[in-house]
Antibody, heavy 121, light 111 residues
Framework: VQLVEFGGALVQPGRSLRLSCVVSGFPFNNYAMHWVRQAPGKGLEWVAGISWNSNTIKYADSVMGRLSISRDNAKRSLSLRMDSLKTDDTALYYC???????????????WGKGTTVTVSS | QSALTQPASVSGSPGQSITISCTGTSSDVGGYKYVSWYQQHPGKAPKVMIYEVINRPSGVSNRFSGSKSGNTASLTISGLQTEDEADYYCSSYSGTSSLYVFGTGTTVTVL
């Protein structure tokens, strides 16, 4: 099982960015997926989750309306669209596979290595 | 959604047992069986150690065990080893608008 994130960058406040995650080694279309972030020197924060068929999408209150999670099962990819970025969004962003084999939400099972987003003027 | 409360640090000598607590509310820890624990070494991605309160993923040492009572979950590490030095985070499914909530994190030091 492998999850590889990319797309992290240094961006100015108010700008947009799109993160992507490409997976291998498991049936992607069977599992829910998450994005979890970790600000420098801080703890983990769950950001967003999407069920196997995209029917259920949830966001943390702190990112509601600015971040958008999506998936393409045919391309085995997960995305996070980030708009109106704030300095508080500066963090390492992890792509995470859920552990529930029915495709819904249970726990964060396998983690990628993360991609870094820095929001600064 | 407030973070779950964990002690900032816990320490023990090699071979000893330590327990890390994770306190939430009836809307998260106390209301669901979906409590999990993660180990994170410096510069590394987190690794799941316990899921659904008590279950260990394949490959995780049986020195790690989980439990829950009311709104508080616990992770116990028995036979403490130097490799157990890391940060540990609990997480719970939440009945609020945010699907999951993490704990504040605990640094485990092996003396």
């Amino acid at each position: 099982v492998q999850l590889v994130e990319f797309g992290g960058a240094l961006v100015q406040p108010g700008r947009s960015l799109r993160l992507s995650c490409v997976v291998s080694g498991f049936p992607f279309n069977n599992y829910a997926m998450h994005w979890v972030r970790q600000a420098p020197g801080k703890g983990l924060e769950w950001v967003a989750g999407i069920s196997w068929n995209s029917n259920t999408i949830k966001y943390a209150d702190s990112v509601m309306g600015r971040l958008s999670i999506s998936r393409d099962n045919a391309k085995r990819s997960l995305s996070l669209r980030m708009d109106s970025l704030k300095t508080d969004d500066t963090a390492l962003y992890y792509c995470v596979k859920d552990g529930d084999v029915t495709g819904h939400f249970q726990f964060m099972d396998v983690w990628g290595k993360g991609t870094t987003v820095t929001v600064s003027s | 959604q407030s973070a779950l409360t964990q002690p900032a640090s816990v320490s023990g000598s090699p071979g000893q047992s330590i327990t890390i607590s994770c306190t939430g509310t009836s809307s998260d820890v106390g209301g669901y069986k979906y409590v999990s624990w993660y180990q994170q070494h410096p510069g590394k991605a987190p690794k799941v150690m316990i899921y659904e309160v008590i279950n260990r993923p394949s490959g995780v040492s049986n020195r790690f065990s989980g439990s829950k009572s009311g709104n508080t979950a616990s992770l116990t590490i028995s036979g403490l080893q130097t490799e157990d030095e890391a940060d540990y985070y609990c997480s719970s499914y939440s009945g609020t608008s945010s699907l999951y909530v993490f704990g504040t994190g605990t640094t485990v030091t092996v003396l």
